[in-house]
């Protein structure tokens, strides 16, 4: 199985995918970040390296596909290549970051990469209002994160929120992460592995 964590900068996503590997025995994915060649340098110069950074992650998200696709046993992934697409690369283009040239062209490289790849076999979205990403994004101390503008956070939650309740076909579960702590509260964290539980080995599961 393919279990993909979504969600903005700052929910969570990295701390549940370790936590659910560890209690279910699954195989953790995460995506490079730190090992990103073009990530400080998008958050110095945003429109210079745009199309850089989203063809980077394009990518590195679709060689995780490949590897999970061939995978015998089952891997929860920390974000995905629809968010990078869908959310990212729209934010982008929609911030005149992007040409267009630039833009059809990451495009078709994505919808041809669609044609050989499945979508998860559930997404679990941690879903997070701004004070809380800003929190979080703090307290961790990425010296690259630490500029982002308010803006930007709150235009990626709503590309998030269409992206997840318009767009995407998968199959879905969604975590408001402002209401729990799955990382510090033991009980928080049995609520979400019950309710992945009830909808991958339920009664009514497909």
């Given amino acids: ?3 993909a964590i979504a969600g903005n900068i700052g929910s969570g996503k990295s701390t549940l995918t370790r936590m659910l590997a560890l209690h279910y025995g699954w195989e953790a994915r995460f995506e490079a970040v730190d090992h990103n060649p073009y990530l400080e340098d998008y958050y110095r110069d945003i429109h210079r390296w745009s199309f850089n950074l989203e063809v980077y992650f394009l990518k590195e998200r679709f ?5 999970i696709a061939q995978s015998d046993h089952t891997i929860v992934q920390d974000r995905t290549i ?14 005149g ?5 630039d ?3 990451y495009m078709e490289l994505f919808e041809q990469m669609m044609t050989v790849v499945s ?5 679990i979205y941690l879903r997070a209002s701004v004070p809380h990403l800003v929190g979080n994004i703090q307290k961790r101390g990425r010296g690259y994160e630490q500029t982002m503008q308010l803006e930007y956070l709150e235009n990626l939650n709503r590309r998030y929120d269409d992206f997840i309740y318009k767009m995407y076909k998968g199959r879905v579960m969604v975590v ?19 309710r992945i ?3 991958l080995f339920g009664l009514f599961a497909p």
């Fill in 63 to 67: 060689r995780d596909l490949l590897t």
């Fill in 103 to 105: 833009y059809d062209t």
């Fill in 197 to 199: 539980d009830s909808t």
């Fill in 97 to 101: 970051n992007l040409s267009d040239r």
């Fill in 1 to 3: 199985m393919h279990i």
């Fill in 119 to 123: 979508l998860p076999d559930l997404m």
């Fill in 176 to 194: 408001d992460k402002d209401s729990l702590d799955f990382q510090n509260n033991p009980r928080d964290f049995a609520q979400i592995v019950d």
């Fill in 82 to 95: 629809f968010e990078g697409v869908y959310v990212f690369m729209q934010n982008n283009k929609a911030m």
